[in-house]
């Protein structure tokens, strides 16, 4: 019974394309966030969505766009791919917008060719 | 500017004998740290944590340290065992920046029989 579960587990792509992830949470989370993990394995947060409600947003390319369809899914859009964009990408979720405890998912890793 | 440190990128230990791993950090508004243990293509899964105004905290074969005139944590394991080999991550949550987890580069520890 899968808590944070992210499709697709592996993505490979070619520069120029547009992709999208897709997270759900079955935890009945308010919070949710998306983070990225480079190639020097540091996870770094993108975005945050409480109740739909976009509260992070990092220094990030407007190519990403994160979409909230309800608090349960946080999916993440990702425009124009470059090169640079190859990485896993990590979906997580938390209680509320003051939960420290964040429950991650399995991640995404995206390869852009 | 890396603000949550693991400058040990590895370490390996013998069963049953103690793991430490270190963590600084220098933004002095983390309210928060955790830590995050992670097995290959799998999420980071959430370990124990440490209020700042706390120096420890334990649970089981885990115990947190916090040293915050140094701004210093420290995870104990004890014993050690084989499965407890992964990599293990220190995050630092900054409530006020929105619930923000800043992680650091990960330790990846190897627990030999």
């Known amino acids: 019974d899968t808590a944070v579960s992210q499709t697709p587990k592996y993505l490979v792509t070619q520069m120029g394309n547009d992709k999208s992830i897709k997270c759900e949470q079955n935890l009945g989370h308010d919070t949710m966030y998306w983070y990225k993990q480079d190639s020097k394995k540091f996870l770094k947060i993108m975005f945050s969505?409480?109740?739909?409600?976009?509260?992070i947003n990092e220094t990030v390319p407007n190519r990403f766009s994160p979409k909230s369809p309800d608090k349960a899914h946080l999916n993440l859009h990702i425009n124009s791919l470059e090169l640079g964009d190859s990485a896993v990408y990590f979906c997580?979720?938390?209680?509320?917008?003051?939960?420290?405890?964040?429950?991650f998912g399995p991640g995404t890793r995206l390869t852009v060719t | 500017d890396q603000q949550v440190k693991q400058n040990s990128p590895s370490l390996s230990v013998q069963e049953g004998r103690i793991s430490i791993l270190n963590c600084d950090y220098t933004n002095s508004m983390f309210d928060y740290f955790l830590w995050y243990k992670k097995y290959p293509a799998e999420g980071p899964t959430f370990l124990i944590s440490?209020?700042?105004?706390?120096d420890k905290n334990e649970d089981g074969r885990f115990t947190v340290f916090l040293n915050k005139s140094a701004k210093h944590l420290s995870l104990h394991i004890v014993p050690s065992q084989p499965g407890d080999s992964a990599v293990y991550f220190c995050a630092a949550r900054d409530l006020r920046a929105g619930n923000k987890l800043t992680f650091g580069g990960g330790t990846r520890v190897l627990v030999k029989p």
């Open positions: 997580a979720s938390s209680m509320s917008r003051s939960s420290y405890e964040q429950y």
């Open positions: 440490i209020s700042s105004i706390k």
């Open positions: 969505y409480n109740n739909k409600e976009l509260i």
